[in-house]
T-cell receptor, first 118, second 113 residues
């Protein structure tokens, strides 16, 4: 069974600073994908970034980058140049391909509430 | 950009009543999902649906839940006899062939009183 752990219930950062949100995962499957989603107070789930287990380079999307350390089973999200609009809940999620099949269930972590101070 | 549409955005129902949550996935997507998020907690998988049948379900998805794709466009989640603990945000999601390309709806907030 797969598991995602986010150990930071809440994080604070000053506007324009960078922040790292931690995520560790556990799976015995060699093929998997890691996701980060943003959930603002309005409730919708916004996809931020994706990293595949076989990807050689860390994923980047604008101000978001994923620090993927496979041996440590960690997939931390780095947000550079934080903005007030980044204040939200952030979820790490994982999808595995088990036994050659996968219908795509995502397993989510507990989430981290990020607050950006002006 | 294509969207997943969920209706209603908020539903209040009495305990013991049946509710149907509706979703219109992206038209060329093949995989459909329901997730649940109890207020302030993590998002939990309920069920996945592919090729007109349930492909995987969680232990939460017991006999009071059912899913249907009645007309090739809508994807519904039915809760037969709601309980107070069913109060949550319910998200529908769909995915095409791409491994990572999920699109979530805006959610339906269900309140059972």
């Amino acid at each position: 069974a797969q598991k995602i752990t986010q150990t930071q219930p809440g994080m604070f950062v000053q506007e324009k600073e960078a922040v790292t949100l931690d995520c560790t995962y556990d799976t015995s499957d060699p093929s998997y994908g890691l996701f980060w989603y943003k959930q603002p107070s309005s409730g919708e789930m916004i996809f931020l970034i994706y990293q595949g287990s076989y990807d050689q380079q860390n994923a980047t999307e604008g101000r978001y980058s994923l620090n993927f350390q496979k041996a440590r089973k960690s997939a931390n999200l780095v947000i550079s140049a934080s903005q007030l609009g980044d204040s939200a809940m952030y979820f790490c999620a994982m999808r595995v391909v088990s036994g050659g099949t996968s219908y795509g269930k995502l397993t989510f972590g507990q989430g981290t509430i990020l607050t950006v101070h002006p | 950009e294509p969207e997943v549409t969920q209706t209603p955005s908020h539903q209040v129902t009495q305990m013991g009543q049946e509710v149907i949550l509706r979703c219109v996935p992206i038209s060329n997507h093949l995989y459909f999902y329901w997730y649940r998020q109890i207020l302030g907690q993590k998002v939990e998988f309920l069920v996945s649906f592919y090729n007109n049948e349930i492909s995987e379900k969680s232990e939460i998805f017991d006999d009071q839940f059912s899913v249907e794709r009645p007309d090739g466009s809508n994807f519904t989640l039915k809760i037969r006899s709601t309980k107070l603990e069913d109060s949550a945000m319910y998200f529908c999601a769909s995915r095409g062939q791409t491994f990572y390309s999920y699109t979530f709806g805006s959610g339906t907030r269900l309140t059972v009183v």
